[in-house]
């Protein structure tokens, strides 16, 4: 039973505390199938947080003037690097003349557990959200700090202990009042949470706490509301047979709610049944605020109206696939210009006609062994910063006791890219500078 939401929570597990250049979203469960009512029974918190009239929005690593990096400069070492993207270059943010950026005389150099990858939060101010991992307990602290990575402080040492999780699908958020992250109670062991923190007072609750969604995992976010999926399902008993297994789908439930963070209430937005679909075929995501359903083996995609529980088709024309074959082919990594791309799919859908035309690639980055297409670090609209190419180099690091040794890396070098070249593969970029993977 729950199966693959234990799978999926093992690897958020695995993932700790790395974070993502820019926001994303979780794949679930999806199809067309007859909607739910959007008006089902709610679930009132305990204790409801104040409204903020603000929609969430995903903390990013940078808005249209910066991006922020971090690189290692020595065993537990790690600076801060800023591509300044009007200007077309890459430095540590750090103007203390003669200032080698390797210390803790450097404001852009920091220590594991005294701080962390940089995000966006205002047009003045950064966040950081830390796990001291050198800690038995795995305290989780957030600074702010100025947009050149000075004036650190500390908004909050958790009260108790916290761990903060940071990865590309679990992005911090914001609604201009509060921060929101998801992590745990304790240590990766503990109870799962997502934590509000008053920006204001450091002040710091946990959302889920009173919440009826004991194995939810978060999709996404709509308006006001996160986007949970929880499940109910039975396996048939292993035949021995790995063939024969895997058509041996499951049945039950899978259920997607709205946790409301202004009402603090829970909603069913979404359920899908055995019944009725093929619930290894389905997926769900949640892009830019909109929640998209794609049923793989019929090759159909939807949108799903969360205020009145209506599914619209934008088309039945992506490339089907074995329904017995887990793939993350279908995830959906962008919205560009209002044309989805997906990790793997060789076809790109318009959300607004519904046409589905070939994706024209763009020449391939090679790193470990594969060829990827170039990732979108931060889209803004009608540009996109990514990565145009990578360099493998050797390099000299110190250990531990100050003996030198070699490792394999890459510089990264990013560039900014329109829309429009991007979506048609003409790789006509603009560096903005290099980082060192």
Not at 61 to 67: E, F, R, S, T, V
Not at 189 to 208: K, N, Q
Not at 347 to 368: C, F, K, S, Y
């Amino acid at each position: 039973m729950k199966r693959a939401f234990s799978l999926a929570l093992a690897a958020l597990l695995l993932a700790g505390c790395t974070a993502a250049p820019a926001a994303s979203s979780d794949a679930a469960a999806s199809a067309e199938p007859a909607p739910s009512p959007a008006a089902a029974e709610s679930t009132e918190a305990a204790e409801a947080p104040a409204a903020t009239g603000e929609a969430l929005r995903p903390l990013l690593c940078g808005d249209k003037a910066q991006y922020y990096m971090t690189e290692s400069v020595s065993e537990g070492r790690m600076r801060y690097v800023v591509a300044d993207l009007a200007n077309h270059t890459t430095g540590v943010p750090c103007d203390i003349e003669g200032c080698t950026h390797d210390n803790e005389n450097c404001p852009a150099t920091f220590t594991s557990g005294e701080c962390g990858t940089a995000f966006v939060l205002d047009e003045d101010t950064l966040v950081a959200f830390t796990n001291d991992l050198t800690s038995t307990s795995c305290e989780g602290s957030i600074t702010l700090m100025d947009r050149n990575c000075q004036n650190r402080r500390v908004l909050t040492a958790s009260p108790e202990t916290a761990f903060f999780v940071m990865k590309d699908d679990y992005p911090p958020y914001t609604d201009g009042q509060y921060l929101y992250c998801f992590g745990y109670h304790g240590d990766l062991s503990g109870t799962p949470a997502l934590f509000r923190i008053d920006i204001a007072t450091g002040a710091m609750t946990d959302l889920m706490a009173d919440a009826p969604l004991p194995t939810a995992m978060f999709v996404g976010t709509l308006e006001h509301s996160f986007v949970f999926t929880d499940s109910d399902l039975v396996y048939a008993e292993s035949t021995g047979d790995p063939a024969a297994d895997a058509k041996n789908l499951p049945t039950g439930t899978i259920t997607h709610s709205l946790l409301d963070i202004d009402t603090g209430e829970v909603r069913e937005l979404y359920t899908y049944t055995s019944d009725e679909w093929n619930l290894a075929s389905l997926d769900a995501y949640v892009v830019d605020g909109q929640y998209y359903q794609i049923d793989r083996a019929a090759g159909t995609l939807c949108t799903l109206d969360p205020a009145t529980g209506e599914s619209r088709q934008i088309t039945d024309q992506l490339p089907a696939a074995d329904p017995n074959i887990a793939t993350t082919d279908y995830d959906i990594t962008a919205n560009v210009n209002g044309w989805l791309v997906f990790s793997g799919l060789p076809v790109i859908v318009n959300t607004d006609t519904g046409e589905v035309r070939q994706r024209a690639e763009l020449p391939e980055n090679h790193w470990n062994g594969s060829g990827q297409q170039p990732r979108i670090y931060l889209n803004l609209g009608d540009t996109l910063l990514v990565d145009c190419r990578w360099e493998p180099y050797t390099g000299t690091n110190m250990g531990p006791d100050g003996t030198p040794f070699t490792a394999n890396s890459y510089h990264i070098y990013l560039g900014l890219i329109s829309a429009d070249d991007y979506l048609n593969g003409v790789p006509n970029y603009t560096e903005v500078g290099e980082y060192t993977a």
